[in-house]
């Protein structure tokens, strides 16, 4: 590596843990009150990268706000690389956007300058960041370089395909230097195909960088490229899929399933195993020597759930 990048980071020096702990957003408007996140934990190590799935509206892009410091979390722990994101005024917020995090949006759009060419958008951030002109240009191109860029640097998003304009994105979003990357289904415009190379390059710069890696992405193909994947449902992480030999041939890759136990000791069973057997409001749980068997509550099922009572408009029986 040459001398811009290596004032960077070669490796860990620079990329962050990210440590949240019963997570709460609740959005407030006039009568309604939504709980997008509801108790969420999840640590990511420093340099690893992870894929965050879930259906929509089950709190995703709201983590990703909070980890972007863009939104403030109700109460719960959420800090990055040691940066409080809870406790901290507007200008600490600005600073930690500015040198801290860099965000990839879906919308190709969204993460460019239509005016600037690649090169420039990229120069961008860096010219906020206060970089002197010659620096600007090397990082520019280098960072162009390991995404693929370079040869396009002169183009202007509108002269460039859109998996092309979030290879620059991503170049946008690691010039100053962050100890996280976000990225919020950066890959949800583009064609399979495509989806897979601009997710190569995620790959690639957490692998040379080492900068730390949260990617949701709804596309089955591109999750499974990484060691681990965790799984959003209703606010909370449900499972998590361990993986061996991630990003090799797939049937290489061994793949492991855990349900995901969060500090106060509730795990969300999975919804296919709980339409299987059938299992209602409560279940008979019982604890062996190594394992904990769980059964449906047959006595009481019927009673409770056959026939719901007819109830007045008060909701009383
Ligand atoms: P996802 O990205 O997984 O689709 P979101 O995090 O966007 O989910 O949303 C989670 C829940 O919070 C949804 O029910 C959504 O409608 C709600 N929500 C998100 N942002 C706001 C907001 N600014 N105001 C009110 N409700 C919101
Ligand atoms: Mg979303």
């Known amino acids: 590596m040459t001398d811009v990048l290596s004032d960077v980071p070669a490796g860990r020096r620079t990329s962050g843990p990210v440590r949240c702990e019963g997570l709460v957003r609740i959005y407030q408007s006039a009568d309604i009150e939504v709980v997008a996140l509801q108790g969420l934990d999840l640590h990511v190590e420093p340099g690893e990268m992870i894929t ?20 403030e979390p109700t109460a719960g722990v959420a800090s990055v690389g040691g940066h409080d994101l809870t406790q901290m005024s507007m200008r600490q917020r600005n600073a930690y956007r500015r040198d801290v995090v860099g965000f990839v949006w879906q919308q190709t759009s969204r993460n460019l300058q239509p005016y600037l060419d690649a ?5 961008f951030p ?18 162009l370089d390991l995404v693929g860029m370079i040869d396009r640097a002169d183009h202007r998003p509108s002269e ?22 976000l990225a919020d ?14 997710f190569d390059v995620l790959r690639r710069v957490n692998r040379e960088l080492g900068v730390t890696g949260v990617i949701v992405t709804h596309d089955p193909l ?23 030999g991630a990003g090799l041939d797939a049937s290489r890759v061994i793949a492991r399933e855990y349900s995901v136990l969060d500090s106060a000791g509730r795990l969300q ?37 056959a026939k719901p009572e007819p109830r007045d408009q008060e909701g009383q029986p």
């Open 52 to 71: 965050v799935i879930g259906a929509s509206g089950s709190g995703k892009s709201t983590l990703l706000n909070v980890l972007g410091g863009l939104d």
């Open 160 to 181: 460039l395909s859109g998996g092309e304009q979030q290879r620059v994105a991503i170049a946008v979003a690691l010039a100053n230097h962050p100890q996280l990357l």
């Open 185 to 198: 289904e950066p890959t949800g415009e583009l064609d399979t195909a495509t989806a897979v190379e601009v």
């Open 269 to 305: 069973l999975p919804e296919r195993y709980v339409t299987q057997l059938d299992l209602r409001r409560r279940v008979r749980l019982e604890l062996e020597p190594d394992h904990i068997g769980v059964w449906r509550d047959v006595e009481h099922d019927g009673a409770l759930w």
């Open 222 to 244: 591109v999750s499974q490229q990484v060691d681990r994947t965790v799984a959003i449902r209703d606010g909370r992480i449900s499972s998590e899929i361990v993986r061996e």
């Open 119 to 123: 090169r420039r958008n990229v120069e």
């Open 126 to 143: 860096l010219a906020i960041g206060g970089h002197g002109r010659r620096s600007r240009r090397i990082r520019a191109e280098q960072l």
